[in-house]
C-alpha cells in the first residue's frame, strides 16, 4: 500500500480504507484477517513489483527473479 498509496490501493482492490487498514492493523480484534490475495495481486500490478510475493518467498527460503521489463498487465482489478 505504501507504494501504491491509500486512495489508489481503495480504487485498485475495491475496499474501503477502514477495511484495508483492518489487513495491516497489529491490533489484536484485526489479527484473523488477511487481504484477499485477489487484492493483492492488484496492488502489486499498482505497485509494479510483486512485493508481498517477494517476501513469502523470502520466507520460505526460495528466490524470485523480477523482471522490470516484463509489464504485471494480465493482472486485472477487481
Not at 18 to 25: E, F, K, M, Q, V
Amino acid at each position: 500500500m505504501k507504494a501504491v498509496g491509500v486512495e489508489a490501493a481503495c480504487e485498485v482492490t475495491g475496499k474501503s480504507k477502514a477495511t484495508l487498514g483492518r489487513y495491516y492493523s497489529d491490533h489484536d480484534e484485526h489479527a484473523d484477517r488477511f487481504m484477499p490475495v485477489d487484492a493483492v495481486a492488484a496492488l502489486e500490478a499498482a505497485a509494479g513489483y510483486p512485493h508481498l510475493t517477494q517476501a513469502l518467498a523470502e520466507l520460505s527460503g526460495a528466490h524470485i527473479d523480477f523482471d522490470e521489463q516484463r509489464q504485471m498487465t494480465y493482472l486485472k482489478a477487481v
